[in-house]
């Protein structure tokens, strides 16, 4: 029996590469129907190369078109330098220097200057990955809906792009960290005028909304990769930004949840008949563990050798979740709202 789900595929740099292993777990169940996908940064990412996959091949293309995105994301180099210094691999000395110094010549200029101060230096590092993509396979009407999720900048409210709307440009806009790039300009239809575009992280990371459309399933699996919890409290430089990028890259998913669970307990206590607004199912797969060892700086910097290391973790954690959560889909759901809200 074929089973129907909605992928939240969350945004977190480099840590993505996680995200490559649970989706390569996925796809090998030929039970599990995968009928939409919403991501941000990353997770904008892995959607479209599943996305664009599946139009190329079936599970089989979707599963090389992830592996070909993270090779080309292998490739980058360190994201922090390689959009003003072309043609220099200053990952490297980078990478030693983050182990030496608090802080590291690229976060001292990211204080002092903007991506606009390079002039014509700049090239946004994720354009060559993002353009690797065949965008009539991305929108093709065949396989799992995507929704892609940025944040517009004037209005600080989320845009989700979907179908047509899925180009380089919206892809580009969903990971624009605007500390490092440019903003993204895109046409906004219902404004009438060109917008620019952060990283979709800071409003919707990953927006759950569009999945509550009625034709889409009850269940959402949430691939996360940024850890809700820290038991110590930060107190060097680095784990305090650690610890702000996590909250600030968790607060919109959070908010969202927390509006399943009161409506989830409306329904639970009779208050709204069934029918009248969607049961939500939820499900997660992280390793905040692991996730908790890591530097922000690792975001940044897609080194190949540890990118395989994360996919081989989000494999050993689909792994878990299908062995013993994987039951639940269409029934209940695993993750506990009310005692995560309580």
């Known amino acids: 029996m074929t089973r129907r789900i909605n992928l939240a595929l969350q945004g977190g740099g480099a840590h993505g590469a996680f995200t490559w292993g649970v989706l390569d777990r996925l796809l090998d169940c030929e039970d599990l129907e995968i009928a939409a996908i919403t991501g941000t940064s990353a997770g904008a990412l892995n959607g479209a190369a599943l996305k664009a996959g599946m139009a190329q091949g079936g599970r089989a293309g979707a599963k090389a078109c992830l592996d070909q995105l993270w090779q080309r994301m292998g490739a980058v180099g360190d994201m922090r330098f390689a ?20 802080f590291s010549p690229a976060e001292n200029l990211g204080q002092l200057l903007s991506p606009y101060s390079y002039g014509p230096f700049y090239a946004n590092p994720l354009r060559p990955v993002v353009d690797g993509f065949n965008f009539a396979e991305v929108c093709a009407e065949t396989g799992p809906d995507l929704f892609i999720c940025a944040t517009c900048v004037r209005t600080g409210k989320v845009r989700v792009f979907s179908g ?28 009438g005028r060109t917008e620019a575009y952060w990283d ?129 889909i269409g ?12």
């Open 83 to 102: 959009h003003w210094l072309a043609g220099f691999d200053a990952a490297p000395l980078l990478t030693m220097l983050d182990w030496i110094a608090p």
């Open 164 to 191: 047509a709307e899925v180009t380089t440009e919206a892809v580009l806009a969903s990971a624009c960290l605007p500390n490092l790039f440019q903003a993204v300009e895109i046409h906004d239809p219902k404004s």
């Open 200 to 328: 979709g992280g800071y409003t919707g990371n990953p927006a759950l909304f569009p999945l509550f459309a009625p034709d889409l399933p009850a269940d959402v699996v949430i691939v996360s990769i940024n850890p809700l919890e820290r038991d110590a409290i930060p107190r060097t430089p680095q784990q305090i930004q650690n610890r702000i990028n996590e909250i600030s890259f968790n607060s919109s998913l959070l908010r969202e949840l927390r509006a399943i669970s009161f409506v989830q307990r409306l329904l639970a206590d009779g208050s709204i008949e069934d029918g009248q607004m969607k049961r939500i199912l939820v499900h997660r797969i992280a390793d905040d563990d692991l996730m908790r060892q890591l530097s922000v700086q690792t975001k940044l910097i897609p080194i190949p050798h540890i990118l395989a290391k994360l996919k081989t973790a989000g494999q050993a954690a689909a792994d878990g979740f299908l062995a013993h959560e994987s039951a639940a």
């Open 331 to 342: 029934e209940r759901s695993t993750v506990d709202l009310a005692a995560m809200f309580g």
